[in-house]
């Protein structure tokens, strides 16, 4: 098994930064990469950007593009979502996830909530 706890969010301006982390314990040899989703009011779920675990490498949603960075530290086993120039639109609930290499994300955070005011 595999937990997630997630830390950080919270009610900042549009332009603002803020960095959502994502503590990862147990099983941990056999994570294979981290994801970040969002789901807003009314709306489906949404990728956002995803971590491999190993090599760190980083994919993301065009939305967030070139303002938001996802990160690792191996120490702490831990990954992190840096959010710059953040918009109105960002508001969400944001999660990360675990997944095992050809696996569906199946270990979720408890999801913390980002609301971005104009």
């Known amino acids: 098994q595999v937990q997630l706890v997630q830390s950080g969010g919270g009610l900042v301006q549009a332009g603002d930064s803020l960095r959502l982390s994502c503590a990862v314990s147990?099983?941990?040899?056999?994570?294979?990469?981290i994801g970040w989703f969002r789901q807003a009011p009314g709306k489906n779920r949404e990728f956002v950007a995803t971590i491999n675990w190993n090599t760190s490498s980083t994919t993301y949603a065009d939305s967030v593009k070139d303002r938001f960075t996802a990160s690792r530290d191996t120490a702490k086993n831990a990954v992190y979502l840096q959010m710059t120039n953040l918009k109105p639109e960002d508001t969400a609930v944001y999660y990360c996830?675990?997944?095992?290499?050809?696996?569906?994300?199946?270990?979720w955070g408890q999801g913390t909530q980002v609301t971005v005011s104009s």
């Open positions: 147990g099983r941990t040899f056999s994570v294979y990469s």
């Open positions: 996830a675990g997944r095992q290499r050809l696996q569906t994300y199946n270990y």
